[in-house]
């Protein structure tokens, strides 16, 4: 545990330091759960929207895009039951007065088990050495068999109870258990009570005539509403889907994961309409094609499962999460959920508007069926910055700090340095960032030693450093040094914009998937 955190720690502090992420309001001592993207961070953040835009909207005929308002009608979110049952269960600790979701204390406790499965796992990977099959002793050794056992069963309690809203079994599992305060020890818990998520406010001048609004929880019940019209203006035929990315809000009880739960975050949704009967279909579907979306980007096999919910939220009839290894365990990272007619027949229910599809090969109407998947851009972000970075031993017995970002994603494509400021070779390395510019966003860096700039770079990203030295001057070749291998190549100025382009352009990054 204490390594999780270290490691989780370093990625807070290294995202500081090179210039991707800041507290919100930091000289006031900073705001909670609210972050800040600094001058790369919002690059890598823009990368990886488009990398979902791309994917989502432009290489798919079906799926077109929207970008609906932060504020929305009232009735908005009666009708999603976001006002009646968008809710979180949180308990106080009375000793150490903090609050807790009573979900999240269950589901950590199961996380340390989870952590004695792998604790075994690796004893028995040294002890059987290349002879060790892993899936095999997970699927046989009692030991490890008792922990899934436990886990499984606690959560499955978990699920049963909050699915009946029976609180008072949340607060009996947790007593049972044993569970106690991170920061009192104690387990002097209050009764477990829900807690609504989104924040109102007030749009009107008078306090008399003001309406009270929500800033929107989750980005697509814009899309909901802008069914009809899109499907018309668009001439869209089912099944088709409508994207969308932005702001979401939610006043989260727990917020001390940096961007992993903030109260202020950016999703990317996309709602695909369907005919009622073929979500199950479209539920696989969309589950293999995100997952393949996510291991498109190189960031390791290893780190991705699923988790299909015992506990299905009031609309949906299948839900499942992709589930992400962050630094502090297997989290949820997006969400695919089949949300059934529920919030087409609610919105037609509270608006009085027709929500229905005119199914011209069938000569019927019908209310379509939706397949959902959801992502949080920030907890994307976090799952690419966290296991890209490195500490690497080189030959020569030092380490390097390294950050291994997809280059599709990178901030900065390529750094150009003139291996001394003088001889004419600054011009010539400049000359090289005004002609790569219109393609990649590349830096310029002349300060310090040639190697020192190398680990700079490295640090924070950069695929490719190029360097201008005096035998450029002649031969117009210059020295392509790549951040993962370290291997230098001479190349001709030329051929810069195809090399850089083969690595970092988009199209061949997705057409892995
Ligand atoms: P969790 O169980 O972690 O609270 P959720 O199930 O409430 O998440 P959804 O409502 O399904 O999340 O939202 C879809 C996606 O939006 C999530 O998979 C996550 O990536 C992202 N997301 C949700 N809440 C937050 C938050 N507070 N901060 C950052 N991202 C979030």
């Not at 960032?433 to 040639?450: G, R």
Request: charged fraction near 30%.
């Amino acid at each position: 545990m204490a390594n999780q955190d270290d490691q989780f720690k370093k990625v807070i502090s290294h995202a500081k330091e090179y210039g991707y992420i800041f507290q919100s309001s930091e000289i006031y001592d900073g705001l909670s759960a609210v972050y800040d993207y600094a001058q790369n961070g919002v690059e890598l953040k823009k990368n990886i929207r488009n990398y979902w835009w791309k994917a989502m909207v432009q290489l798919n005929d079906n799926i077109v895009g929207l970008d609906s308002s932060i504020f929305m009608h009232p009735k908005t979110w009666k009708a999603s039951g976001h006002v009646d049952a968008f809710s979180d269960p949180l308990i106080d600790n009375k000793d150490s007065k903090k609050r807790y979701r009573a979900d999240v204390l269950v589901e950590d406790y199961c996380a340390k088990i989870e952590a004695k499965i792998d604790k075994e796992v690796k004893k028995a990977a040294k002890r059987f050495g290349d002879a060790f099959n892993k899936d095999e002793f997970v699927a046989t050794n009692g030991r490890v068999l008792g922990y899934k056992e436990k886990i499984d069963s606690i959560l499955k309690r978990l699920g049963e109870s909050l699915t009946n809203e029976d609180l008072a079994d949340v607060k009996a599992l947790i007593e049972e258990l044993e569970i106690v305060c991170p920061l009192s020890g104690s387990r002097n818990w209050t009764d477990v009570k829900q807690f609504n998520l989104m924040f109102g406010t007030k749009l009107g001048a008078s306090a008399e005539s003001a309406m009270d609004l929500y800033l929107r929880p989750e980005t697509a019940q814009g899309i909901f509403v802008n069914f009809a019209n899109v499907q018309k203006t668009g001439r869209m035929k089912i099944p088709f889907g409508i994207a969308q990315t932005g702001k979401a809000f939610r006043n989260e009880i727990v917020a001390r994961q940096f961007i992993f739960r903030m109260r202020e975050f950016e999703q990317m949704e996309m709602q695909f309409f369907i005919k009622p009967g073929t979500q199950m279909e479209w539920y696989d579907f969309w589950k293999e094609n995100r997952l393949k979306w996510h291991k498109s980007l190189g960031l390791g096999e290893d780190n991705y499962r699923f988790h299909d919910h015992e506990k299905l939220a009031h609309y949906a009839d299948a839900a499942s999460d992709i589930e992400f290894k962050f630094p502090f365990g297997f989290k949820e990272l997006e969400g695919i959920h089949s949300r059934t007619d529920f919030d087409l027949k609610a919105h037609e229910a509270h608006s009085g508007k027709k929500l229905q599809y005119f199914d011209h090969e069938e000569n019927k109407s019908y209310t379509p069926y939706v397949l959902e998947t959801s992502i949080g851009l920030d907890r994307m972000f976090l799952a690419v910055f966290s296991s890209s970075l490195m500490e690497e031993e080189l030959e020569n017995n030092t380490t390097r700090t390294v950050l291994k970002l997809p280059a599709v994603l990178a901030p900065t494509k390529a750094a150009i340095f003139p291996l001394v400021k003088k001889d004419g070779l600054p011009e010539i390395a400049k000359q090289i960032v005004e002609d790569l510019k219109w393609d990649f966003n590349v830096a310029y860096d002349e300060k310090d030693a040639v190697g020192k700039r190398y680990r700079r770079q490295d640090a924070a990203g950069t695929p490719f450093c190029i360097t201008v030295d005096h035998d450029t001057i002649d031969d117009k070749m210059v020295t392509i040094r790549h951040r993962d291998t370290m291997e230098q190549k001479r190349v001709a100025i030329a051929d810069l914009k195809d090399i850089i382009g083969q690595e970092v352009d988009v199209k061949h990054w997705l057409k892995r998937m």
